[in-house]
């Protein structure tokens, strides 16, 4: 809730926090065929992996039956190893990164799509626009991504698409592919390379206080190109706020949810029960916070205990309906308890929206693939 996760955090907290409250209204969990209460118990970590371990320690030690992830793949990491050598379910709401979910853990359970299908739904709104004739061929790209396995995925994911076949090989250059370090302040020396590579598009991967540090100084070098991504970061009102006016406009973004979803069933249910308790329209950081908690509470239904063991194995046979792109949540073993559904990939708008642009079955805009402010 504090340190250099505590925007995103915050957000996530918030949809956790709903879904509790939403709990409580209906008396508690229906288990054993009566209504059993049931507390959240939130501390803060301080976006410090070793708090983030003594914490989960401390609540487990304390009685906690159950565990809801930190924000942040970095913390989540270290804190799901202490949940699994505990045998604790740990719902993570907040880690996309795939080495997470191949260290052969039980207790883990992901409610995020990888980060590789992340940049594979960008790259694949980016494509359609080449070979409409949208955007040169072939697109010189600046592929740049933190130093983390979060970063590492999505170059993967990038590499993936752009050099899978011959046709993509000569439609797609990849002319810069470089690494930083999360909490980066200076970020000109990287956007000068990006600068001299003559890219067409710069496909970054960053975390929210990053997105923000080097876009500010992106727009202050007067760069201009036809894409600009930061992966799921984009649309987010902090950014807005903390950026010039119009700053943000034409930014491409793949979410894992978007509120343009909320126009029927738990998706509306969600959205406006949200906007009644906070006064403002979800995005995707509280929608994850308050799926993992859902998830969490239909599995210990299903079990109809709240023994860990019966939870886990509800947890992991789970086909629930939810908010998520395609409308259920499974955890499926082959992926190592990580969910799998679509990205859905919007763009900033200069009136302040950030409609979804793919994929075309679900897009309510067709964006601007080219930012028209660029030459």
Same mark, same amino acid.
């Given at each position: 809730?504090?340190?250099?996760?505590?925007? /995103?955090?915050?957000?996530?907290?918030?949809?956790?926090?709903?879904?509790?409250?939403?709990?409580?209204?209906?008396?508690?969990?229906?288990?054993?065929?009566?209504?059993?209460?049931?507390?959240?118990?939130? @501390?803060?970590?301080?976006?410090?992996?070793? !708090?983030?371990?003594?914490?989960?320690?401390?609540?487990?030690?304390?009685?906690?039956?159950? &565990? *809801?992830?930190?924000?942040?793949?970095?913390?989540?990491?270290?804190?799901?190893?202490?949940?699994?050598?505990?045998?604790?379910? $740990? @719902?993570?709401?907040?880690?996309?990164?795939?080495?997470?979910?191949?260290?052969?853990?039980?207790?883990?359970?992901?409610?995020?799509?990888?980060?590789?299908?992340?940049? !594979?739904?960008?790259?694949?709104?980016?494509?359609?626009?080449?070979?409409?004739?949208?955007?040169?061929?072939?697109?010189?790209?600046?592929?740049?991504? %933190?130093?983390?396995?979060?970063?590492?995925?999505?170059?993967?994911?990038?590499?993936?698409?752009?050099?899978?076949?011959?046709?993509?090989?000569?439609? $797609?250059? *990849?002319?810069?592919?470089?690494?930083?370090?999360? !909490?980066?302040?200076?970020?000109?020396?990287? @956007?000068?390379?990006?600068?001299?590579?003559?890219?067409?598009?710069?496909?970054?991967?960053?975390?929210?206080?990053?997105?923000?540090?080097?876009?500010?100084?992106?727009?202050?070098?007067?760069?201009?190109?036809? *894409?600009?991504?930061?992966?799921?970061?984009?649309?987010?009102? %902090?950014?807005?706020?903390?950026?010039?006016?119009?700053?943000?406009?034409?930014?491409?973004?793949?979410?894992?949810?978007?509120?343009?979803?909320?126009?029927?069933?738990?998706?509306?249910?969600?959205?406006?029960?949200?906007?009644?308790?906070?006064?403002?329209?979800?995005?995707?950081?509280? /929608?994850?916070?308050?799926?993992?908690?859902?998830? @969490?509470?239909?599995?210990?239904?299903?079990?109809?205990?709240?023994?860990?063991?019966?939870?886990?194995?509800?947890?992991?046979?789970?086909?629930?309906?939810?908010?998520?792109?395609?409308?259920?949540?499974?955890?499926?073993?082959?992926?190592?308890?990580?969910?799998?559904?679509?990205? &859905?990939?919007?763009?900033?708008?200069?009136?302040?929206?950030?409609? *979804?642009?793919?994929?075309?079955?679900? /897009?309510? !805009?067709?964006?601007?693939?080219?930012?028209?402010?660029?030459?």
């Amino acid at each position: 809730m504090t340190g250099s996760e505590s925007k /995103a955090g915050n957000m996530y907290k918030d949809g956790i926090q709903l879904a509790f409250d939403q709990l409580s209204a209906a008396g508690g969990l229906q288990i054993g065929g009566q209504r059993v209460p049931v507390e959240l118990r939130l @501390l803060d970590d301080e976006s410090k992996g070793e !708090n983030a371990t003594k914490l989960v320690e401390k609540l487990v030690q304390e009685g906690a039956d159950f &565990l *809801i992830s930190t924000y942040s793949t970095a913390l989540v990491e270290p804190q799901s190893a202490v949940a699994e050598r505990l045998r604790v379910p $740990y @719902l993570a709401g907040a880690a996309s990164a795939t080495p997470l979910y191949e260290r052969g853990f039980k207790y883990l359970f992901g409610l995020q799509s990888p980060v590789d299908e992340l940049a !594979n739904a960008l790259l694949r709104y980016i494509d359609d626009a080449q070979r409409a004739g949208k955007l040169p061929s072939p697109m010189r790209l600046a592929l740049v991504w %933190e130093n983390t396995s979060h970063g590492k995925d999505f170059r993967s994911g990038v590499h993936e698409f752009a050099t899978k076949t011959p046709s993509r090989r000569s439609s $797609y250059q *990849i002319v810069l592919d470089e690494s930083f370090e999360l !909490n980066t302040k200076d970020f000109k020396p990287l @956007l000068s390379r990006v600068q001299s590579a003559k890219a067409h598009a710069l496909l970054a991967d960053a975390h929210l206080p990053d997105y923000i540090a080097m876009h500010k100084q992106y727009l202050a070098s007067g760069m201009c190109l036809k *894409i600009v991504t930061y992966g799921a970061r984009g649309s987010e009102k %902090e950014a807005v706020a903390a950026l010039p006016p119009h700053g943000t406009d034409y930014v491409l973004s793949a979410v894992w949810w978007n509120a343009q979803l909320g126009a029927k069933g738990l998706n509306k249910d969600f959205v406006d029960a949200f906007k009644a308790k906070y006064r403002r329209t979800p995005e995707w950081y509280p /929608a994850m916070g308050y799926e993992a908690s859902r998830a @969490l509470f239909t599995a210990i239904e299903k079990a109809g205990s709240s023994d860990r063991e019966r939870v886990r194995e509800a947890l992991a046979n789970l086909k629930m309906e939810s908010i998520v792109p395609g409308g259920y949540l499974m955890f499926p073993k082959e992926y190592g308890y990580q969910a799998r559904y679509l990205f &859905l990939v919007q763009q900033n708008q200069p009136d302040g929206t950030s409609p *979804i642009v793919f994929p075309k079955i679900a /897009a309510t !805009n067709p964006g601007s693939p080219a930012n028209p402010n660029c030459n």
